[in-house]
């Protein structure tokens, strides 16, 4: 062995310090690097150009909900009816996303208060297939609805979707029919329907429930349509502005009646709520 290897074999080398994977964000948006603590601090918003990031029903309820909300059991509803196989069988498909988020399917109700108000609120993860609309995620409307109407409390939907969910053809677009009748007997019970849309809300999902709100408020900047902002340039042969579907285009083209940031929001439900209900307050 030479002097060299002898020196350095000698001399006491600390361990490489190991840098966590989660560490650091980047922003979609601004592609800017974040601490993660600082953008969880800040509500998964980015702190340099304010960009709402998608986030799943668990944080959502967690920003939205007075501590001691309950999450209601997901439906049971027949899996892959029409078994379907494209370049994966679909029940894979489902396997896979529900160990990845975790979760059933891609609506989740919860009960508790906002502001001190009853309520009941279902959240949409786009993380799960797309948010996409199928038999469990109308079977969870339709849920979310009636639990509102036992509490005498107003149903709040947090929309992001993708639109109907192609695995189950016609079965997924009757869901559309199905939420409309359940927003009715809604309405019929004298309890108001708000509408929140997050980045993204489009298809089915904004050609049913995420358009018929009492109340439709938006997140900044979430992107808000039916048809794709190209298929329509192609279909009509014409530039189409900026921002087009975008969630201030619309509030300033009438589409919708707010743009609330992330962390205004359970105050201007509870207040939205108030108005609209106001004998039904907790105690």
């Known amino acids: 062995m030479s002097w060299l290897n002898r020196v350095r074999n000698s001399i006491p080398f600390l361990p ?32 340099r150009c304010d960009h709402h990031d998608r986030i799943g029903p668990r944080i959502r309820f967690a920003q939205i909900f007075d501590p001691g909300y309950t999450i209601l059991p997901p439906p049971q509803v027949r899996e892959d009816p029409l078994k379907f196989r494209d370049s994966k069988r679909y029940s894979d498909r489902i396997k896979a996303a529900r160990a990845s988020t975790g979760e059933t399917d891609a609506l989740m109700n919860a009960r508790g208060t906002v502001g001190g108000r009853r309520a009941v609120v279902g959240v949409q993860d786009f993380a799960f297939m797309g ?23 107003p149903y ?31 309405r019929e019970a004298g309890l108001p329907y708000i509408v929140v849309l997050t980045d993204p809300t489009t298809g089915g999902v904004t050609a049913s429930y995420a358009m018929l709100g009492d109340i439709q408020i938006a997140e900044p ?5 039916f048809a794709g902002a190209r ?25 919708i009646d707010m743009v609330v940031h992330r962390k205004d929001l359970a105050g201007r439900l509870a207040q939205v709520a108030d108005y609209l209900v106001p004998e039904e307050k907790a105690a």
């Open 16 to 47: 490489k310090r190991e840098t966590p994977d989660n560490l650091w964000h980047k922003c979609r948006q601004c592609n800017a690097m974040i601490f993660t603590r600082e953008w969880e601090e800040n509500l998964y918003v980015c702190p």
């Open 131 to 153: 948010g996409s609309m199928g038999l469990a995620v109308g079977a969870a409307f339709v849920d979310g609805v009636r639990a509102a109407i036992a509490d005498r409390a």
């Open 231 to 255: 298929v329509i340039e192609s279909t009509i042969r014409e530039k189409l502005p900026e921002g087009f579907q975008r969630a201030e285009y619309l509030l300033a083209h009438g589409m």
């Open 221 to 225: 900047g979430a992107l808000i349509g």
């Open 156 to 186: 709040i939907i947090f929309t992001a979707a993708g639109g109907a969910r192609m695995q189950e053809g016609i079965l997924s677009l009757m869901q559309m029919p199905r939420t409309t009748v359940a927003i009715a007997e809604l």
